[in-house]
């Protein structure tokens, strides 16, 4: 396809990253500048109809909330989009550890490059699971001789361990938001992992090694990822903002457009004076009546699903291993994050600090400094820099590798 903007998408910039949430398609098209800064040249954003929590449960919905997006932002950026890079979150998404050790000849020389590379290469043997696509590595630690130690160059020993953590997704799932992105017009340059990517956005150099989690309060589902010098652990949790909007719709009698609107609009959590009050809200029943109740009331109902959501979030940290290591806190990310009080009771239940997360040194008209955009920001970032602290995009996705994998390989081996 022709360009029929001021930009030619075969250069190495600009760049686009679509985000296929479960209640939102975005698109975002953009450059990194001399400064650092990312310019966004380009902001589309649809809702999305056909994904129940990460699985695309009806196709040419999803194709239409694609083509949505990405047309909203073509015309914003000017510019006709053949490719993008697309994130990849939820059940979809996993972590796991590997370890290996090598021996080291000569130990009157000191450990160099080459023995490094021969211990990353011995960790990256180990075989993903069935169905699995391995897109970044993170190398956790090294020893030496069974000495913990932050880098093993130049220093003598007669044994070079290290301990990698390799982010993978599922390979049917790759395919089918492919498939899905074709038939809208659209080529995959490469997946990301979107808690990866958002961290790199979001995260200073200090809370990383601090010890940060960033939860993202989706629609389907609520991810967590633990940084502790890198990452260390990444879960989702199956509940999330259509379930707050299910349960308005059910106990208030509204229909689910209705319940999503009123969350949108009014939802948040109670959490003291500044939710007392006579303040109200009207709504439609789905018998046509229109109703009046306190905004309180709401917010007790969206409550009740948000705090259940994050005891599971406290249980999911404390299986981590990695819950007393998170002086840092928390990071909310995702639509959830922007109901009135949640970072709020995040901290009570969580028991640890919390911010909300904005991007930060971006150049937008568009109002992408929100919460419900990091994700979207950090495959923006992530995509035209790939930091190597948050785990270098990698390869190998062992012997059965073909179709997708082999392209998703040729498309990230220049990063």
């Excluded at 089918?176 to 490469?190: K, S, Y």
């Excluded at 009046?292 to 009331?297: E, F, N």
């Excluded at 291993?321 to 840092?328: C, D, E, I, K, S």
Aim: proline residues 4%; aromatic residues 4%; contains cysteine.
């Amino acid at each position: 396809m022709k360009n029929r903007g001021c930009h030619d998408m075969s250069s190495p910039s600009p760049v686009v990253v679509l985000d296929i949430g479960a209640s939102k398609i975005q698109c975002l098209v953009g450059e990194s500048e001399t400064t650092g800064d990312l310019k966004i040249l380009g902001v589309g954003e649809s809702v999305c109809r056909g994904i129940r929590r990460s699985a695309v449960i009806d196709m040419p919905k999803v194709v239409e909330s694609i083509r949505a997006a990405v047309g909203e932002a073509e015309r914003a950026a000017g510019l006709r989009i053949t490719g993008a890079y697309v994130g990849i979150a939820g059940s979809d998404v996993s972590a796991h550890t590997s370890r290996s050790a090598v021996a080291i000849s000569g130990t009157s020389e000191p450990i160099d490059e080459r023995d490094v590379q021969r211990a990353l290469t011995a960790a990256e043997q180990a075989a993903p699971p069935a169905d699995a696509l391995v897109l970044h590595r993170f190398v956790q630690s090294y020893a030496v001789d069974g000495e913990p130690v932050q880098n093993p160059l130049w220093l003598h020993g007669h044994k070079l361990e290290v301990q990698t953590l390799s982010a993978t997704a599922s390979n049917h799932a790759c395919t089918t938001l492919q498939r899905a992105a074709e038939e809208a017009g659209v080529g995959i340059a490469g997946f990301f992992i979107e808690s990866v990517a958002t961290a790199s956005a979001l995260l200073s150099t200090d809370e990383r090694e601090m010890g940060v989690g960033v939860v993202d309060l989706g629609a389907g589902t609520t991810d967590l990822a633990l940084f502790h010098g890198s990452l260390r652990h990444m879960a989702e949790i199956p509940f999330a903002g259509q379930d707050i909007t299910r349960d308005l719709s059910l106990v208030l009698n509204i229909s689910p457009r209705e319940a999503e609107q009123l969350k949108r609009e009014h939802g948040g959590v109670c959490m003291g004076a500044d939710d007392e009050g006579d303040e109200t809200v009207t709504f439609n029943t789905t018998s046509g009546r229109s109703h009046t109740i306190l905004r309180q009331q709401v917010d007790e109902i969206i409550e009740a699903r948000q705090q259940e959501i994050f005891e599971f979030l406290c249980e999911e940290i404390e299986r981590s291993g990695y819950g007393h290591l998170l002086a840092a806190g928390l990071i909310f990310t995702g639509g959830g994050a922007l109901l009135r009080n949640v970072d709020q009771l995040g901290e009570e239940v969580l028991g640890l600090p919390v911010r909300l997360g904005v991007a930060t040194d971006v150049v937008a008209v568009e109002p992408v400094q929100d919460p419900r955009f990091a994700t979207s920001v950090g495959l923006l970032r992530f995509a035209t820099e790939t930091p190597a602290e948050f785990g270098a995009p990698t390869l190998d996705a062992g012997p059965q590798r073909s179709g997708i994998m082999e392209r998703v390989v040729r498309l990230f081996s220049f990063l």
